[in-house]
């Protein structure tokens, strides 16, 4: 059953898994604004999944915000606004309850690239290239770089953001903007094997875990133990947790 299918994202459960597809493959699925609003729609009506996966049609993931769009709108408000819902929809990733991953082939240049960098996990077709290549056009990529140097080393991160050049998939794991790289043929397969692990997990701590993992790491450490600790008692008063390990503890030894 379609989850919020549009001309510009398809959206799909398969399972618990939910899969939202980008659409506009004529353009390289270029973040227009309705484009945007249909990702957000698509992860807030993906609320209950229990993993989600984001991946692109035609030959690239995604080649960043709609240049056309942009320069057809030239007014400050109009940049105000779109840099607001771009930034909305980026943060709808990381405060969606369930793990979310980029499924990467072609380019994921510009808001593409920021796009897999904001997502949870991402795996990546061998033929991936990935840059940050406003800088190129006289646009310093300023927002994708939030998410970029959340997801790599800081000169890995400003290495791309000033040189605007293209990194492979395999420099791309190296770096840890995906967390593995595949054939190509292998691409839908893999991420979804790598999805359907994760929702194999109990959903409390999944969700917990995630939650907590993104408030602590930007946290000083003692404050980052503090919320770790809570999340441990919350997690551990969950019935579905008590009953997990108590059937762990009582279960037959060999």
Not at 27 to 42: C, G, K, P, Q, W
Not at 64 to 72: C, I, N, V
Not at 151 to 176: C, I, N, Y
Not at 209 to 215: A, N, V, W
């Given at each position: 059953?379609?989850i919020a299918?549009?001309d510009?994202?398809?959206?799909e459960?398969?399972?618990?898994?939910?899969?939202?597809?980008?659409?506009r493959?004529?353009?390289?699925?270029?973040?227009?604004?309705?484009?945007m609003?249909?990702?957000?729609?698509?992860?807030?009506?993906a609320?209950?999944?229990?993993?989600?996966?984001?991946?692109?049609n035609?030959?690239?993931?995604?080649?960043g915000h709609?240049l056309k769009?942009?320069?057809?709108?030239?007014?400050?408000g109009?940049?105000?606004?779109?840099?607001?819902q771009?930034?909305?929809?980026?943060?709808?990733?990381?405060n969606?309850?369930?793990?979310?991953i980029?499924?990467?082939?072609?380019?994921?240049?510009?808001?593409g690239?920021?796009?897999?960098?904001?997502?949870?996990?991402?795996v990546?077709?061998e033929e991936?290239?990935?840059?940050t290549s406003g800088?190129?056009?006289?646009?310093?990529c300023?927002?994708?770089?939030?998410?970029?140097?959340?997801?790599?080393?800081?000169?890995?991160?400003?290495?791309?953001?000033?040189?605007?050049?293209f990194?492979?998939?395999?420099?791309?794991?190296a770096?840890?903007?995906?967390?593995?790289?595949?054939?190509?043929a292998?691409?839908g397969?893999?991420?979804m094997?790598?999805?359907?692990?994760?929702a194999?997990k109990e959903?409390?701590?999944?969700?917990?875990g995630?939650?907590?993992?993104?408030?602590?790491?930007?946290a000083?450490?003692?404050?980052?133990?503090?919320?770790?600790?809570?999340?441990?008692?919350?997690?551990?008063?969950?019935?579905?947790?008590?009953?997990?390990?108590?059937?762990?503890?009582?279960r037959p030894?060999?």
């Amino acid at each position: 059953m379609d989850i919020a299918a549009t001309d510009l994202v398809l959206a799909e459960w398969r399972g618990a898994i939910a899969w939202i597809t980008l659409n506009r493959p004529a353009v390289r699925n270029a973040l227009s604004v309705e484009m945007m609003t249909a990702i957000e729609r698509a992860l807030a009506e993906a609320a209950d999944a229990r993993a989600v996966v984001i991946a692109g049609n035609g030959p690239g993931f995604c080649g960043g915000h709609d240049l056309k769009e942009m320069r057809a709108h030239p007014a400050a408000g109009f940049q105000a606004q779109l840099f607001a819902q771009c930034s909305r929809m980026m943060q709808a990733i990381a405060n969606h309850p369930a793990p979310v991953i980029a499924s990467v082939h072609g380019i994921a240049t510009a808001g593409g690239c920021q796009l897999v960098a904001a997502c949870d996990l991402a795996v990546a077709s061998e033929e991936a290239k990935f840059a940050t290549s406003g800088v190129n056009l006289g646009l310093f990529c300023s927002t994708p770089g939030v998410a970029l140097a959340r997801a790599v080393p800081r000169k890995a991160a400003l290495a791309m953001l000033l040189t605007g050049d293209f990194v492979t998939a395999s420099e791309a794991l190296a770096m840890g903007l995906v967390n593995r790289v595949v054939p190509t043929a292998e691409l839908g397969a893999a991420t979804m094997a790598l999805a359907e692990t994760i929702a194999a997990k109990e959903r409390c701590a999944i969700e917990i875990g995630k939650r907590t993992f993104y408030r602590q790491i930007e946290a000083p450490l003692e404050r980052a133990y503090a919320i770790a600790s809570e999340a441990m008692v919350e997690n551990m008063m969950a019935p579905a947790t008590t009953a997990a390990i108590d059937a762990f503890i009582t279960r037959p030894r060999r």
